[in-house]
């Protein structure tokens, strides 16, 4: 089993910057995929981040491409969330995921943390 512990969120104001972390412990991380989410309050949870096994693939949704970066230090066994220019509807609570199973549904992630909330003020 994997489990996953995000931390690094807090508040911000608009246009400032913050690094999320995602610390596993269990197996072999550089094994999985990785992901990050969002869920707002009374919004459902949204796609914002991917990164493959080693790195060299990433993909991001369209309302954080070119602000945010994802990335993973496999000896440390951590992915990272750098966000810079936030705005406020950035504020939702960020997941971090992890997964090793490709199929015709897409991506799946059978890991998943607790949630880091960030708050972005206008």
């Known amino acids: 089993q994997v489990q996953l512990v995000e931390s690094g969120g807090g508040l911000v104001q608009a246009g400032g910057s913050l690094r999320l972390s995602c610390a596993a412990s269990?197996?072999?991380?550089?094994?999985?995929?990785l992901g990050w989410f969002r869920q707002a309050p009374e919004k459902e949870r949204e796609f914002v981040a991917y990164i493959n096994w080693n790195g060299f693939s990433t993909s991001y949704a369209d309302s954080v491409k070119g602000r945010f970066t994802i990335s993973r230090d496999n000896g440390k066994s951590t992915a990272f969330l750098q966000m810079d220019n936030l705005k406020p509807e950035d504020t939702a609570v960020y997941y971090c995921?992890?997964?090793?199973?490709?199929?015709?549904?897409?991506?799946?992630?059978?890991?998943w943390g607790q949630g880091t909330q960030v708050t972005v003020s206008s």
């Open positions: 269990g197996r072999t991380f550089s094994s999985y995929y």
């Open positions: 995921a992890a997964g090793s199973t490709v199929s015709g549904r897409g991506f799946e992630y059978q890991y």
